[in-house]
């Protein structure tokens, strides 16, 4: 392995001991390092990658979905719910739009209070790395950890170069999207320093269907409609798209982070509709009218084909309805990491500090990010609990 290389990011003559040594440089790890570094720390990140941010650079069809103005912490899913309160109380979406507006970026609010960028996420990036460099921190690009060892202070081993500080930042993110470089890193380290797991999965991701169910459905690969996706008591009333493979579009992506295998998930494909109101007789053509009123044609049609009406009468008309409401789909499985936006559960909450995010049992180990078990819904809350648990870090560190 060729040894690691700095980035021309806040470059001084310290050698390789610092303050604080931010482990991951994307969305959390960036910003704590900005946070720390504005606090007159020395700090450096250590990035595996050849540069920063790449899922950053990924993330909103490429103009990153920064966050949200419509953030509450019961847009967050975690074993705790109450733990991200503090960090989205410290720092807000408005907090971080003020950065946004003092290096003149242009960006619009997309829907439901959705804020991407005008250009391109690149934008993004090259703000953090320009307030990297305000703030003299230090950027390690391409840079494998061997080994990471506690005695007086950490010490942390690469294949030609060791770095040693009282503190560090686990930032390293989740197992999702792992053509990115997602690895169990993060995860690694919290079991070797004795701190609890809650169990991963994939989440913000599309589901899977049975053979069956594909024969059926998946020849209407790119078909869309809104509905309303339910799983237990949450649901959410967005697009629904069918796949090759079985369902997506953000509705389905929103449940699948709810959804407990084997539970089928429940599909209202007539939100607002009432079928029987359009019924003017009562024949399939009748029915099949009403039905395109509400559906695109060609579910309109399949799901007649699929589920022909067993009788005329008020009642049997009443039970179609409810069927269209109440459309019971049980996914084989997810379409899995590679597929999957973020990755729920993560460090367990219970091991750390809500005001700083630093492990109750190890002093000077934070955990920030994906990696911790907090999970955002679609739309922007990822980035700002990257955004919130990053500066509360960098604020204790």
């Known amino acids: 392995m060729s040894a690691p290389r700095a980035s021309a990011i806040g470059v001084w003559d310290v050698g390789l001991a610092f303050d604080a040594i931010v482990v991951g440089g994307g969305a959390a790890g960036l910003l704590c390092a900005i946070e720390a570094g504005k606090r007159g720390r020395r700090v450096a990140v250590i990035e595996h990658s050849e540069r920063v941010g790449k899922k950053i650079l990924i993330s909103g069809g490429g103009r990153a979905n920064f966050t949200n103005l419509y953030c509450r912490p019961e847009n967050f899913l975690s074993a705790n719910p109450h733990f991200a309160k503090s960090a989205l109380a410290r720092y807000r979406p408005a907090d971080f739009i003020k950065m946004v507006e003092r290096h003149n970026i242009p960006y619009h609010e997309k829907k439901l209070g959705q804020l991407f960028c005008d250009r391109s996420a690149q934008d993004i990036i090259a703000m953090l790395e320009l307030e ?237 990010g994906e990696v911790v078990d907090v999970t955002g819904q679609l739309g922007g809350f990822n980035f700002q609990w990257a955004w919130s648990s990053g500066f509360t870090a960098g604020q204790a560190l």
């Open 132 to 368: 990297c460099r305000w703030a003299g921190v230090k950027i390690f690009l391409g840079t494998r950890i061997q080994e990471l060892v506690r005695t007086t202070a950490f010490l942390i081993r690469t294949a030609g170069q060791e770095f040693q500080a009282p503190a560090v930042a686990i930032a390293t993110g989740g197992l999702s999207i792992p053509k990115m470089g997602a690895t169990s890193f993060g995860y690694d380290v919290a079991r070797q320093f004795g701190l609890a797991i809650r169990e991963c999965r994939p989440a913000l991701v599309p589901f899977t269907l049975s053979t069956e169910d594909r024969r059926q459905y998946c020849d209407l690969a790119g078909v869309s409609a809104e509905v309303v996706a339910s799983a237990g008591k949450q649901q959410f009333r967005e697009k629904m798209l069918i796949t090759h493979h079985g369902l997506s579009g953000p509705a389905i992506l929103q449940i699948s982070s709810y959804w407990n295998r084997p539970d089928p998930i429940l599909v209202d494909l007539l939100p607002e509709g009432d079928l029987t109101n359009g019924i003017k007789r009562h024949d399939l053509n009748s029915m099949r009218s009403a039905l395109r009123a509400h559906l695109p044609q060609r579910l309109a049609d399949r799901w007649l084909d699929l589920h022909p009406p067993q009788g005329w009468s008020q009642e049997a008309l009443l039970d179609y309805d409810r069927r269209l409401h109440r459309w019971e789909v049980l996914p084989s499985g997810t379409e899995g990491y590679g597929k999957a936006e973020v990755t729920a559960g993560g460090v367990d909450t219970d091991e750390l500090s809500a005001k700083t995010m630093e492990s109750r049992k190890v002093p000077g180990l934070f955990f920030i």
